[in-house]
């Protein structure tokens, strides 16, 4: 039945990643019928099932996890030729689109310095990324690289430089009893709802930010769900919940109508360099050599 459609494969390599027709359909960008339409399509090219489907789950046969294997890093290398062919089609060095989460931190511009003085054709170009889709750019190839708040666990996607660890601080309103504290143990979160974030952010995600038990095991309260940073600062000078912020972060929007407390007992917050499986441009990996030059560098002079 002739040569698949480049869409055919991408509603195939969505669907295996996914494990769902509803989320490979908001990835794609089209409804969940329309991928089920291009998998019988494929797989009717094929010759055989490639997943299959029940009303509890879906997952791959063993041909479609032999196609999976086979397909995924061709259509990688394929893109990644097609992004060094028009970086030299533009002349020069390309564009480096680098996303970036709320704040664009010290490390960061200076990598970024020294990847322009290093790659001086090569035009950069910085993308702030939802706090409510850490991952969606990257995966939708709106940028090349990104540095998002770990932790990073898609299959999809590899980690480069993990940087950046800082303790948590908690804000929250002027009026909440906490606020006249110098810090507070983690236990204590228990008596305060927090601010988590909704969209398409993975389940893993949101909890790290705003975890539902404390170490020990105490539930949290559950508070108010925000799409964006801004939404859950205001959320806090109404008094309408906390929320976990780094400390840097939290240096940053410092205001008079939050306070910022500082939290022991919790695991510090990281960044991470984020990229696709197999797309590691001479682009992508210059800045990444420019990151580890800077933050290797900041280790050794603290």
Not at 101 to 118: H, I, R, S
Not at 252 to 259: A, K, L, P, V
């Amino acid at each position: 039945m002739g040569t698949p459609e480049t869409r055919e494969l991408e509603a195939f390599l969505a669907l295996a990643e996914e494990l769902h027709f509803g989320r490979a359909g908001e990835r794609l960008y089209v409804s969940q019928s329309r991928v089920s339409q291009l998998l019988r399509t494929l797989e009717n090219r094929v010759g055989a099932r490639l997943v299959e489907r029940t009303s509890r789950r879906v997952r791959l046969t063993p041909l479609g996890e032999q196609l999976y294997g086979g397909l995924r890093p061709a259509f990688d290398a394929i893109n990644t030729t097609l992004d060094d062919v028009r970086a030299v089609a533009a002349g020069g060095g390309g564009l480096l689109r680098l996303g970036f989460q709320g704040t664009v931190n010290n490390d960061v511009m200076e990598a970024l310095a020294l990847f322009q003085k290093e790659h001086p054709d090569c035009a950069t170009e910085l993308v702030e990324i939802a706090f409510s889709d850490p991952f969606g750019p990257l995966l939708r190839r709106e940028v090349d690289t990104a540095v998002v708040l770990m932790p990073v666990e898609e299959s999809e996607l590899v980690v480069g430089q993990v940087f950046s660890a800082q303790p948590q601080t908690l804000a929250v309103s002027p009026r909440h009893p906490f606020a006249a504290r110098d810090s507070l143990d983690a236990e204590e979160l228990a008596a305060c709802p927090l601010i988590s974030v909704r969209g398409a952010a993975p389940e893993y995600w949101r909890r790290a930010q705003a975890p539902d038990t404390t170490p020990e095991g105490l539930a949290i309260p559950v508070g108010p769900t925000v799409a964006t940073l801004q939404e859950g600062l205001a959320l806090v000078r109404a008094d309408r919940g906390s929320l976990l912020l780094c400390r840097p972060t939290a240096d940053y929007y410092g205001r008079r109508e939050i306070t910022f407390v500082p939290v022991t007992g919790l695991p510090d917050s990281y960044l991470g360099l984020v990229r696709r499986r197999g797309h590691e441009t001479a682009r992508v990996r210059g800045f990444s050599q420019a990151l580890a030059t800077v933050t290797g560098r900041l280790r050794d002079n603290p």
